[in-house]
């Protein structure tokens, strides 16, 4: 299979941060927020994960038959995902929750009651509707994520020739349909439908876009292109980026977000397909080991942000200190937790197996 995309990298590193910018809303409230649409940057990170699920679905296939343990094969898969994430996840938790707490001033029987409270969502089962509570609203990518996941990645194994050409896109056509004509565009995704949360259907058509991504990619590498044909492609990438980014520093959600997922789509195209404005870039050795740092960093930053946007005015309060000041100070902190983050994940998978064995040995008798 294909090496890691640096430039999907950097990208994540780039729609991470505007993510954290966009929760500026909490601080500044809609009428001052930088990047008032920029939950829009989430399409980007579904369309990358259902390129990514594709991706592991050949690899899968070629080293078994189709439809072999589709049960014991999806758990891996997802497994693996978990695992990819879960050092970062759990730790940005709990500095969120002691945090939190910590704003608060309570007892210690009330931080028990919250504990209790808040601790379903480290089920990643949130956007079942199960459990609606939990500390950090950014996590519902996660949990609508693996449970589409869930369901189309023995689909695709299973019957991939029909859902790769027939129902991955349909899925995604109708879903967005669905989504724009009842709600007027994709945003909002703990909101209830009536069967599943709106944050569910989205997942589920935007991981169908990256299937589709995925082929149009090979598609377009397999081509042996001029040299002005490449240019064309690699500015036809960069002003896709740069207009989708302007789209949402300036607009607020509307129908006019579909056009844009769609730009985002021939984008990752564009992107994964080696042809685009990164390919020759990112290839040195120097932004190679930069882009590596930018992508381990976003999933710091995404997880690390947005307990500090939505409490920081209950300690900088906006009737002593200015907006300004208060927007440096959420930036700087969520930087520097997400840097804390990623260095606390670091050290737990360079030690956590010594630890995990010796808790097994102290635990689990032998035979």
């Avoid at 309570?106 to 808040?118: E, I, S």
């Avoid at 607009?251 to 789509?265: K, V």
Wanted: aromatic share 16%; net charge positive; hydrophobic share 50%.
């Amino acid at each position: 299979m294909e090496q890691r995309n640096r430039e999907v990298d950097f990208l994540r590193f780039v729609f991470a941060v505007i993510i954290m910018l966009h929760h500026s809303r909490y601080v500044l409230g809609d009428e001052n927020c930088l990047f008032l649409g920029g939950s829009l940057a989430v399409e980007f990170f579904f369309i990358v994960s259902g390129y990514l699920m594709m991706a592991s679905i050949l690899r899968a296939e070629r080293r078994q038959s189709a439809g072999a343990a589709l049960g014991t094969e999806t758990y891996h898969f997802l497994l693996r995902k978990i695992r990819a994430f879960l050092p970062e996840y759990l730790i940005a938790w709990f500095i969120g929750f002691f945090l939190i707490e910590g704003f608060g001033f309570p007892g210690p029987r009330q931080v028990l009651h919250d504990f209790g409270k808040y601790f379903f969502e480290l089920s990643l089962i949130k956007m079942s509707g199960i459990f609606t509570g939990g500390i950090d609203g950014c996590m519902w990518y996660l949990s609508a994520m693996l449970l589409c996941m869930a369901v189309l990645y023995p689909l695709i194994r299973r019957y991939k020739d029909f859902m790769v050409h027939i129902g991955a896109p349909l899925t995604a056509m109708f879903l967005l349909g669905y989504l724009c004509r009842t709600f007027g565009h994709p945003r909002d995704p703990v909101e209830w439908t009536g069967l599943v949360y709106k944050g569910d259907l989205r997942a589920m058509a935007e991981l169908c876009l990256g299937v589709v991504a995925f082929y149009a990619a090979a598609r377009l590498r397999a081509l042996r292109l001029t040299k002005p044909a490449r240019i064309l492609i690699r500015l036809a990438g960069s002003g896709i980026y740069a207009a989708v980014i302007l789209y949402m520093y300036k607009e607020d959600p509307s129908t006019a977000d579909y056009f844009y997922i769609f730009l985002l789509l021939i984008a990752v195209i564009l992107t994964f397909s080696g042809q685009g404005a990164g390919s020759g870039l990112f290839g040195k050795p120097f932004a190679a080991k930069l882009t590596q740092f930018f992508a381990k960093y976003s999933t710091a930053l995404y997880f690390s942000h947005l307990y500090f946007a939505q409490h920081i005015n209950n300690v900088l309060t906006p009737a002593h200190y200015s907006g300004r000041f208060r927007m440096t100070v959420y930036v700087t902190v969520s930087l520097l937790n997400g840097l804390l983050v990623l260095l606390l994940a670091a050290c737990w998978r360079r030690h956590g197996k010594k630890l995990t064995t010796a808790l097994r040995r102290f635990l689990i008798a032998k035979a």
